[in-house]
């Protein structure tokens, strides 16, 4: 089988963040009746890019880097179920500009490489539980969760027994831009 590697790029929480979500968050997904995601595999996928061959990894780390990275923050404030994909989100009750900036931007520069943009919209959501099948008791968290936006990674995905673990592999912190 060809080399390759199961890749996305992601916002990844600092552990303060993971344990906020976790704690604020975990009466809704407990009582929701689905697999729970790890805290530490919580993440807001950006773009994802799937299986790619392992030689166009350096393009692809170069591609990012061009991208200017997230800054600003926003609010965690939203607590919703996709009955489709069985998946409980946390996410946002307004679009976030920012973000989807990002993730198109991303994609323009990944897009030149052969790799196949999602067809399907920016929606900022962090999974909390997967096949989940009853809609949530609550839309909201305890409390909202204030995301400083720092940066975006790339992360790789690697599927053992256990299920999917994942891994930073490099990381596209803000303000590590060239001046222009
Ligand atoms: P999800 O949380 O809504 O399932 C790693 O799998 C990350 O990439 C997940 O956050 C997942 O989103 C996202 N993703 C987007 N498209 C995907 C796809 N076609 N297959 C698997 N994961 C996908």
Do not use: Q
Not at 9 to 34: E, M, N, Q, S
Not at 37 to 61: C, D, K, Q, S
């Amino acid at each position: 089988m060809a080399d390759t590697r199961r890749l996305f790029f992601a916002l990844w929480p600092t552990p303060g963040l993971r344990d906020h979500i976790y704690k604020r968050c975990r009466r809704v997904v407990r009582a929701a009746g689905g697999k729970p995601v790890p805290a530490n595999n919580y993440h807001l996928t950006l773009a994802f890019l799937g299986n790619v061959a392992a030689e166009l990894y350096p393009r692809i780390l170069d591609a990012a880097a061009a991208v200017v990275p997230p800054a600003g923050e926003f609010s965690l404030d939203r607590i919703g179920y996709w009955p489709k994909s069985r998946i409980l989100w946390l996410g946002t009750s307004e679009p976030v500009a920012e973000l989807a900036r990002v993730s198109i931007e991303l994609w323009d520069r990944l897009e030149p490489l052969g790799l196949s943009r999602d067809a399907r919209a920016f929606r900022a959501h962090l999974t909390l539980a997967r096949k989940v099948n009853r809609a949530p008791m609550t839309a909201a968290p305890d409390r909202p969760l204030r995301w400083a936006l720092r940066g975006f990674v790339l992360v790789e995905s690697i599927t053992d027994p256990k299920g999917a673990r994942y891994t930073v592999a490099a990381a596209f912190p803000a303000g590590s831009c060239p001046e222009p």
